[in-house]
């Protein structure tokens, strides 16, 4: 995967799954089921290591863990309260858009617990696979910092943005300086890539992309690079369709993750020759098995035959995914179907 990222062209390519250390494992689930609550498995460092090595001790075709955490993890060091409610999802008090960041009190210890279990994984990684650190982009941490929550559109924070454009960016500013530190000491700890997720990219207008999703990823890329410059950045602004080639070219990612919605055709004819690409299988396709998997397997990797790639989903696996179906695209990936 590391000579993926560095521009090499590698057959059959390499494969890992977004959100592979999960509901769908049974072996998740038990152990889930044993800690309680999702926050007090991401703390457990020795059970977070368990779980991001879960996928490769029943994949063993799977050529890198990622860390099992969560992006709320740094608007938690921030100093907001994270819950999260059964059926509902995450739940960050005082939302930003009645209270001041600058009321918070930051606890930035909070973040050394991931650190340690970076440390666990790498220690018990097999050498020969990858281990990937991540953090949320800027923009979609703020969503949720603002709205308190997830939503449908964002709107809350987007009208924050446009009616008080300085206020937002200061938000946006204490993100990004979080950020680069929590993604820099995962990398100290052992992390050899890492990934920025930015899952609602693709609710921002042109201009507002420019400004709230490439502008402060852009800056986090280039200071993590100043710090960590043999390692690999993926960059995965997941909606943002057409503006992929900008996002690409002007945040200065090794790598972009593209989306279910994306035509790889053209990825591959639009996005910069030779820029490594990861994607991008619909999670449903992967979901429903069968001959359709196969052939959606066939067509993303044809369609990246003559570029670096990274076979992929288009998102996260779904909790209902059969063990099944894992092991189909993988042998459909790895040539043995």
């Given at each position: ?167 937002f960016h200061a938000i946006v500013d204490r993100i990004v300086d979080v950020t680069l530190d929590y993604l820099a000491g995962q990398i100290e700890a052992g992390a050899e ?27 986090i890329i280039s200071a993590l690079k100043r710090r960590h410059p043999h390692v690999k950045i993926i960059g995965f602004p997941k909606g943002a369709g057409g503006k992929l ?93």
């Amino acid at each position: 995967m590391l000579a993926v990222l560095s521009g090499e062209r590698v057959s059959p390519p390499p494969v890992w799954m977004m959100r592979q250390a999960g509901r769908y494992l049974p072996e998740y689930r038990q152990l889930r089921a044993d800690k309680g609550s999702f926050l007090d498995l991401v703390y457990d460092s020795d059970a977070a290591a368990e779980v991001t090595l879960q996928p490769l001790k029943r994949f063993p075709e799977l050529d890198a863990a990622i860390l099992f955490s969560d992006i709320l993890i740094v608007p938690f060091a921030l100093g907001q309260n994270l819950s999260f409610v059964a059926g509902e999802g995450p739940r960050l008090t005082p939302p930003l858009s009645t209270a001041a960041l600058e009321d918070l009190t930051p606890y930035l210890t909070r973040l050394d617990p991931i650190y340690e279990t970076v440390r666990k994984v790498k220690a018990a990684l097999d050498p020969s696979k990858t281990l990937i650190g991540f953090a949320g982009a800027p923009w979609t941490v703020a969503t949720y910092m603002v709205a308190g929550q997830g939503s449908r559109d964002q709107s809350e924070t987007r009208r924050l943005a446009y009616a008080d454009p300085g206020r937002f960016h200061a938000i946006v500013d204490r993100i990004v300086d979080v950020t680069l530190d929590y993604l820099a000491g995962q990398i100290e700890a052992g992390a050899e890539a890492v990934q920025i997720f930015d899952s609602w990219a693709g609710s921002l207008a042109p201009a507002e992309f420019e400004s709230w999703v490439i502008a402060p990823t852009e800056k986090i890329i280039s200071a993590l690079k100043r710090r960590h410059p043999h390692v690999k950045i993926i960059g995965f602004p997941k909606g943002a369709g057409g503006k992929l080639p900008a996002y690409a070219r002007e945040t200065g990612v090794h790598a972009i993750g593209v989306d279910e919605t994306v035509d790889p055709v053209w990825a591959d004819r639009d996005l910069s020759d030779g820029l490594p690409v990861q994607g991008n299988l619909d999670p449903l396709a992967l979901l429903s098995g069968g001959e359709r998997l196969t052939e959606a397997v066939q067509r993303i990797l044809d369609a990246f035959a003559n570029r670096p790639h990274i076979f992929n989903l288009g998102h996260g696996i779904l909790q209902e995914t059969p063990i099944a179906n894992v092991e189909q695209m993988l042998a459909a990936v790895k040539g043995r179907a």
